[in-house]
């Protein structure tokens, strides 16, 4: 149906690319050949494809009405109508408790943390941060620290201060 193809463009499942970042702290220290910690990783990859899709839904509910009145934006699903607010606001609600429980999934609260402050991070992206020259930057850039991090602590292996350095300076 239309609403089920524009709730699936509104989640914008080409940036969730990103989110293979997951997987950089398990392979640089070795265990994704182990099966637990394959899955393990893998599941917190469909986490954060569910927490980065709840970001893109809450960042055109949020903007909605700026986008009906951009010449593009305009297009995206929500502000042309496409998805019905409601519909938007509670697949918007339901993504990143998706996103929490999948990280509980890996039997760790710091996971679950890592996940929570990347949502708390991007929705106040959203609200405001992204008109905050250079807080934006930041605001950006941790996500990807924050999704390399969610790796290393699914599984439980360490991240070098190298590795660190390499995954903040590398989307720069």
């Known amino acids: 149906s239309l609403v089920m193809s524009g709730l699936l463009r509104t989640a914008r499942p080409k940036q969730w690319l990103k989110n293979v970042l997951v997987f950089a702290a398990p392979g640089a220290a070795g265990v994704l050949n182990q099966g637990r910690e394959f899955v393990l990783t893998v599941v917190l990859f469909v986490a954060f494809c569910c927490a980065a899709a709840a970001v893109y839904f809450w960042n055109d509910l949020i903007d909605v009405q700026a986008d009906r009145k951009h010449p593009t934006k305009r297009l995206r699903p929500i502000a042309s109508g ?83 350095l390499c995954t903040t300076f590398a989307e720069g």
């Not at 760790?108 to 929705?123: D, E, I, K, P």
């Open 82 to 164: 496409a998805v019905p607010i409601g519909a938007a606001r509670a697949v918007g609600v339901v993504l990143p408790l998706a996103a929490l429980g999948l990280a509980g999934l890996t039997g760790r609260w710091q996971t679950v943390a890592v996940v929570g402050v990347y949502l708390v991070v991007n929705l106040a992206y959203n609200l405001g941060l992204k008109q905050v020259p250079v807080v934006d930057l930041v605001a950006v850039a941790s996500g990807f620290v924050l999704r390399a991090g969610a790796g290393a602590v699914a599984v439980d292996v360490p991240m070098s201060r190298w590795f660190v």
